[in-house]
């Protein structure tokens, strides 16, 4: 998934547990942070559409999307060893 971010104007704010949180248009404005964010799902959906997950190969990999369009707040929580700059809670 590292990867697909990477090719996109998007930022990986937080991994948790299994989950990406990433966003477009922070800390500067980008006028198409939602197309980005929208063909970044795209190509997620469809790279776990084919994975074979070697120690269930009759399983499918199921991924869930969620967008959110609008206003964020947010405050930086710092903790030892972390970036302050950061946003580690989201509000």
């Not at 970044?40 to 994975?51: F, G, P, Q, R």
């Not at 710092?78 to 580690?88: I, L, V, Y």
Request: aromatic content about 8%; hydrophobic content about 40%; some cysteine.
């Amino acid at each position: 998934m590292d990867v697909s971010i990477e090719r996109y104007n998007v930022y990986k704010v937080e991994t948790i547990g299994d989950a990406y949180v990433v966003a477009s248009g922070l800390p500067t404005v980008y006028d198409r942070h939602a197309q980005e964010l929208c063909f970044l799902a795209l190509e997620l959906l469809d790279s776990v559409e084919n994975h074979l997950i070697r120690h269930m190969p009759l399983q499918n990999l199921h991924l869930r999307v969620g967008l959110h369009s609008g206003a964020l707040v947010f405050r930086p929580v710092t903790h030892k060893g972390r970036n302050p700059h950061k946003p580690t809670s989201w509000i």
